[in-house]
């Protein structure tokens, strides 16, 4: 069974860029959430997929965006970058929405904005 | 006020101490509930879904206060490796998405 896997690892960015994060979720899982983390915080829900769909969204403005693939697999845009969306980026899959479920988070992203 | 609100310790003690964990929640609506474990630069992982009527693993033990709306974890025995944050997560029925509290740090030294 392959767990959950985020790439890239470590990111270093400036103000106003762009970035895509990507996370291929655990096998038999059709949901991915993406969650944002900050130094000395619990992750924060940004959004969930499941089956292709946004099903859920935390309080993040639109710039967050993101998408999930026929194979489950999704990724995390950031638009116009700011210094404070520095954080660990946490993906996490499970199966049929998370209502309940446990879910598995991958290793996630620290996405550095200079 | 936080949805989720954790004391943040750090809790240090001794090898062979017992510890426990308060978290409080203030949506009364909440119907799941869960411990993570998460340890230093890493991702969380699921410790233990928290029952109503209270439930253990090991020497771990969870409770659920639905009426003062407060969750527990009572860790007996401390092991070093228990050494971890210990994330409380609380989820409304019926919605998707789960609240985090921010963590309490456990220190468990020899």
């Known amino acids: 069974e392959t767990g959950v896997t985020q790439s890239p690892t470590h990111l270093i960015k400036t103000r106003g860029q762009q970035v895509t994060l990507r996370c291929s979720s655990q096998s038999g899982h059709n949901t991915v959430s993406w969650y944002q983390q900050a130094l000395g915080q619990g992750p924060q829900f940004i959004f969930q997929?499941?089956?292709?769909?946004?099903?859920g969204r935390g309080n993040f403005p639109p710039r967050f965006s993101g998408l999930q693939f026929p194979n489950y697999s999704s990724e995390l845009n950031v638009n116009a970058l700011e210094l404070d969306d520095s954080a660990l980026y946490l993906c996490a899959s499970s199966f049929g929405g998370s209502r309940g479920n446990e879910q598995f988070f991958g290793p996630g992203t620290r996405l550095t904005v200079l | 006020r936080k949805e989720v609100e954790q004391d943040p310790g750090p809790f240090n003690v001794p090898e062979g101490a017992t510890v426990a964990f308060n978290c409080t929640y203030s949506?009364?609506?909440?119907?799941?509930f869960f411990w993570y474990r998460q340890d230093c630069r890493k991702e969380p992982k699921l410790l233990m879904s928290?029952?109503?009527s209270g439930n253990e693993d090991g020497r771990f033990t969870a409770q659920l206060n639905r009426a003062s709306q407060y969750i527990s974890l009572l860790i007996r025995d401390s092991k070093l490796s228990d050494s971890a944050t210990y994330l409380c997560v609380v989820q409304e029925g019926g919605s998707y998405i789960p609240t985090f509290g921010r963590g309490t740090s456990l220190i468990v030294h020899p």
């Open positions: 928290v029952y109503s």
């Open positions: 949506n009364s609506a909440s119907q799941s």
């Open positions: 997929y499941y089956r292709e769909e946004e099903n």
